[in-house]
Structures are given as C-alpha cells and as structure tokens.
C-alpha cells in the first residue's frame, strides 16, 4: 500500500482552467458534497496548489488499487513519516479511518455526521456560469438554457454533451436510481408523489414500493432530486424538480420550454436557500419577502391581470406587496389595484441582489 500512496504523493496535480466559485475551502477540517460533476475535484485541487507540494497528499478513493484494511495500517504512519500536513481524499469512503492531522478534506456526494467545517457545492447558478463563458454577450442565456450549471459542460463538444452526462449519470447511480431520474425528467414541474412514480415505473421493470421509496429518498438527499411543498400544507404533494435543465435534455426527448423555464427559475431559488412554496395558480410564494413569482417566459399584460385577478383573495390575505413575472426578454411594471406586478427578464431577475 505505501507504493500506491507513494505515487499519489509524487503526483503533480493538475486543475487547469479552474474558476473562482462562490465556496472556498479555508484551514479547517472541511467536507465537500454535491452530485458527481458539481466541481469538488476541481475546488479541492485549487485549494492543494496553493500550497508546497511536499506538505500534501491526495488520492481518489475510487481507485480499485486501494485496499481498505492495508490503507487504514499505513496511510498514518505514512503522513507522519513524510511530514504531510493536509490530507485530501476525494470521493471518501467511510470505512477509511480518519486520525489527527493538521487538515483533512474530504468529497462526498452526501453530507456525513463528521465534525467538519461543511459545503455544500450546488451546480453552477447563472451568475457563476457567466464566469465560464469565453464571453458575455447575448447569446449567454441561450447557452445558459442549453448547458445547464454543470462546470466539465463548457469543455465538451455540442455534439458529445448528452451522452457524456448519461456516462456520468450511469456512473454515479444505480440503474434503478437511473430510470426514478429518467422518469422524473418527463414530470418536472407536476406534483408527483412516490406512489405516482412507483405507477409509472412497475410497468417497466420489476421493483417493489419500498425499494423504489428508498432509492428515490437517496437521490433527494444527494440533491438529483428537489421539491417544493405546498404553503401551509406540509402533508400535500410536492411538486418535482430536477437540480439541473441539462439532465432533462440528456435523459428525454420531450420537450417543453414552460416547465424547464420554471425549473430553471426554482434552481435559482434554490441555490440562494430562499424559502419559498407553491400554491394554487403560484408557481413560488416567498413568505418573508411578501412575494409571489410567476415563471412565465412569453407573458404578456393581458393574461398575467387575469391570473392576478384569480389569486387576489390570496394576496390580501397573505399581505403579498408584489408579483414578479420572471420573463425570456419582457420587462414592465403594472399597475394593479391589490398588488404590484413587475416583469422581469431572467437574466436582470437571476444577477438581481434580491434573487
């Protein structure tokens, strides 16, 4: 085993083209998590070059080489003998014994109970994909609605893109986790529970209610998944969303620019930890800001006074001191008797302070 952890420390780690994000790792003890392909490699390796390399080692512990018992006998001795202060294993296992040392970091896909300084590293959200775009004019959001916020998604070719992330989607999850994504990917935006994808999936393969429950609970804990509860109803349906477009596009062929704008909108939400719910005829209703938003991209004024007259009985009760309609490229202020309504385009909306 020392052979193995000796080629990883001789290493020259290589993080070329990395990005500032919005997380950062500082001197603490720190544990990465989000789905496969969310940039803790990348994040963890940005961290490890800035300093001397003799004073760090790191390894993937997905690497078959590795044997679990022969590691846990040798990889302290190892770190002690060669005066390693920062220990980094990628894509932890939790059978590796962790020991003192001056700074470990580790990457999961899920947060584990460790007394670790933690991040949770999302996709990227809009504003951190313009700082992968070579430029910013307006051709960004378009790019924007067809990449999604995976970072590796700049670097593959337009014509490679959608089998690479079914290769990374294959490779991260179980076939039955894989078919729960691919199915959800056709219901995006609906309020589905586990008995209506249980319905959709018997029908395709042989899986019992439990199972198909337990692994549909993993992918929300990892984040594949999210959902949004109905306001004052906790018990209600959910409704469905995936935490990125890209995976939509990857999976299925159906398409419908509504419900993958409103998913597009919720991520934003979502990636900002804004509290917020669905009601009927609302698509988010954010409490502590008294605010409904209204994912509507082709919105025009006549139909969003008539959706606004609907849901006036809501507003009053509820104090809401505006509507914002979320938009493609529409942008105007109304004036309504119980409420303001303001439309705004995507790109102003997402880049907003208040998002």
Request: with cysteine; hydrophobic share 40%.
């Amino acid at each position: 085993m020392n052979t193995l952890l000796d080629e990883y420390y001789r290493y020259d780690l290589h993080n070329a083209g990395f990005i500032e994000r919005k997380h950062s790792i500082g001197e603490e003890n720190t544990l990465i998590y989000g789905i496969a392909q969310s940039g803790k490699t990348s994040l963890i390796k940005s961290y490890l070059l800035s300093h001397k390399k003799s004073t760090y080692l790191y390894f993937d512990c997905r690497d078959c080489r590795l044997d679990i018992n022969e590691l846990n006998g040798s990889l302290k001795t190892f770190c002690r003998d060669n005066k390693i202060s920062i220990l980094a294993l990628d894509n932890y296992n939790e059978s590796i014994e962790l020991f003192e040392l001056d700074q470990i970091i580790l990457s999961s896909e899920e947060a584990l109970e460790l007394p670790f300084h933690t991040i949770r590293l999302e996709l990227l959200d809009y504003e951190e994909f313009l700082a992968f775009e070579s430029k910013f004019d307006s051709t960004a959001l378009n790019h924007f609605f067809q990449l999604g916020g995976f970072p590796a998604m700049h670097k593959i070719a337009s014509e490679d893109r959608v089998l690479y992330l079914q290769n990374i989607l294959n490779r991260a999850l179980e076939p039955i986790e894989f078919s729960i994504l691919s199915q959800a990917s056709k219901m995006v935006t609906q309020k589905v529970s586990a008995f209506n994808l249980y319905e959709r999936l018997k029908g395709e393969r042989k899986i019992s209610k439990d199972k198909l429950y337990l692994h549909l609970q993993s992918l929300f804990d990892r984040g594949y998944l999210k959902s949004l509860g109905k306001f004052n109803h906790p018990s209600a349906v959910k409704k469905l969303y995936l935490c990125d477009i890209a995976i939509k596009h990857a999976l299925v062929l159906q398409k419908h620019f509504g419900r993958i704008f409103e998913n597009l909108v919720f991520s934003e939400l979502d990636k900002r930890h804004v509290e917020c719910y669905y009601d009927e005829g609302i698509d988010f209703y954010l409490p502590q800001r008294g605010q409904i938003i209204i994912a509507s991209p082709f919105a025009n004024e006549h139909a969003l006074f008539k959706k606004v007259e609907a849901l006036e009985a809501f507003i009053v009760s509820n104090r809401v001191r505006e509507v914002i309609v979320v938009t493609m490229n529409l942008e105007s202020t109304l004036s309504h008797p119980v409420s303001r309504i303001e439309m705004i385009p995507f790109e102003r909306w997402a880049l907003g302070d208040d998002t």
